[in-house]
């Protein structure tokens, strides 16, 4: 298994593996093969994305947001599906503390591209009952 450091060859390489499962995934490959006409320009704009994400470099200048806004068939369960598969391919394909880096900056990153397309989370709130049950 090929465990890497968090680099930009490591990033082009998650990159590459988790787009190829994407385009064979279930419930996001419908959703991504009409969308994207270009995997390899795809990919390379998302290389970019992540290695600014990930390692402050400056080659990304798109839109995350609007990029989804365009698609109104994009739902809270596409989100589980592809934060799972990208947690399995960041441990393909990183060592532990570059998956886990990988792992944090999506979640964050896909709860505020929630919030934007109106599919916030499922609020598990503070814990604390509104309603006090039994006594
Ligand atoms: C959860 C974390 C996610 C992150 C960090 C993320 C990130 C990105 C980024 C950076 C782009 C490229 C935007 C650009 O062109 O500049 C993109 C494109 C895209 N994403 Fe996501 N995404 C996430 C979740 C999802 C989900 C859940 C879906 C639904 C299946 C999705 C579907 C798409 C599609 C279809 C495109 C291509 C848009 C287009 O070019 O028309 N993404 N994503």
Do not use: C
Not at 15 to 26: E, L, S, T
Not at 29 to 36: I, L
Not at 80 to 86: F, I, N, Q, S, V
Not at 110 to 120: A, F, H
């Amino acid at each position: 298994m090929t465990v890497l450091p968090l680099n930009t060859a490591s990033i082009a390489l998650l990159v590459d593996r988790f787009y190829d499962k994407v385009q064979k995934h279930p419930t996001l490959g419908p959703v991504f093969n009409p969308a994207v006409h270009d995997w390899t320009e795809h990919k390379e704009t998302l290389v970019a994305f992540w290695s600014q994400v990930a390692l402050g470099e400056r080659g990304y200048n798109g839109s995350p947001m609007s990029a989804h806004q365009k698609h109104n068939t994009i739902r809270a369960a596409h989100f589980d599906d592809w934060l799972a598969l990208w947690r399995e391919t960041t441990r393909e394909v990183l060592d532990e503390d570059g998956a886990a880096k990988m792992i944090d900056f999506a979640e964050r990153i896909g709860r505020s591209l929630r919030y934007g397309l109106g599919i916030p989370m499922q609020g598990r709130g503070l814990g604390i009952p509104l309603v006090s049950v039994g006594k």
